[in-house]
């Protein structure tokens, strides 16, 4: 464990040095990595968590940069897949965290794969079906995830623990109608919006 990088966060008594040495044993999936999955993604890479497997299907574009803080120009110049660009952000930020990027969609062919082995699953997407399936998975593998949303303004993040709070299918146990929720292309999307909900997502990752 790095003593001088991670000092400030093992002063804080709930974390301490046992706390940061299970940060440094943790992996991560971070579903999605566009504004939100970006933002955790890189709160986590400097919280020291050891392992992050980042997934997304998608390629860096000038509209992202407004709200996804680990892409460059030069990103979106060269149409950098999500998951590979931010590999590369987040190894300059700290080469200690091992990062693995996929270039894939998330589907109910792969959900499970993507989840097995991993300790937390963080929710980057921005749609419901995605959300489903990593509830799913993460209920039949008992993993726990952490959902969250921004549009506009508005954020929100939920703690999802299998087996001890209520899933996603619970609280929603009907998928909204297609067009029916706003979304960051219709209604946009603050970035102070954006890193809110992933505060409040690595807060509770760190728990």
Same mark, same amino acid.
């Given at each position: ?19 940061q040495e299970r940060l440094g044993q943790a992996r991560v999936l971070v579903a999605g990595c566009g504004a939100l999955g970006s ?46 660009a931010a590999r590369e952000r987040l190894a300059a930020i700290n080469a200690a965290v091992a990062v693995e990027a996929v270039v894939a969609e998330i589907h109910a062919g792969n959900? *499970? ?6 300790? $937390?699953? +963080?929710?980057? &997407?921005?749609?419901?079906? #995605? @959300?489903? /399936? ?15 949303? *921004? ?6 993040? $939920?703690? +999802?623990?299998? &087996?001890?709070?209520?899933? #996603? @299918?619970? /609280? ?23 890193? $809110? ?8 990752? #760190?728990?």
């Amino acid at each position: 464990m790095d003593d001088v990088r991670y000092s400030r966060q093992v002063r804080f008594a709930p974390i301490g040095h046992v706390g940061q040495e299970r940060l440094g044993q943790a992996r991560v999936l971070v579903a999605g990595c566009g504004a939100l999955g970006s933002a955790a993604a890189e709160q986590l890479c400097r919280a020291g968590v050891g392992r992050l497997r980042l997934v997304d299907r998608d390629f860096v574009e000038p509209s992202n940069l407004q709200r996804q803080t680990l892409y460059t120009e030069a990103d979106a110049a060269a149409a950098l897949p999500k998951a590979v660009a931010a590999r590369e952000r987040l190894a300059a930020i700290n080469a200690a965290v091992a990062v693995e990027a996929v270039v894939a969609e998330i589907h109910a062919g792969n959900v *499970c794969e993507l989840v097995a082995g991993c300790d $937390l699953v +963080i929710d980057g &997407g921005d749609n419901f079906v #995605l @959300r489903h /399936l990593i509830n799913e998975a993460c209920c039949l593998a008992r993993v726990p995830w952490i959902y969250a949303a *921004c549009v506009g303004a508005y954020a929100v993040s $939920l703690p +999802i623990l299998p &087996g001890e709070t209520p899933c #996603l @299918r619970c /609280l929603q146990d009907q998928l909204p109608a297609a067009g029916e929720s706003p979304t960051c292309d219709t209604a946009g999307a603050m970035i102070p919006a954006v890193h $809110l909900a992933a505060a409040w997502q690595v807060a509770e990752a #760190l728990k």
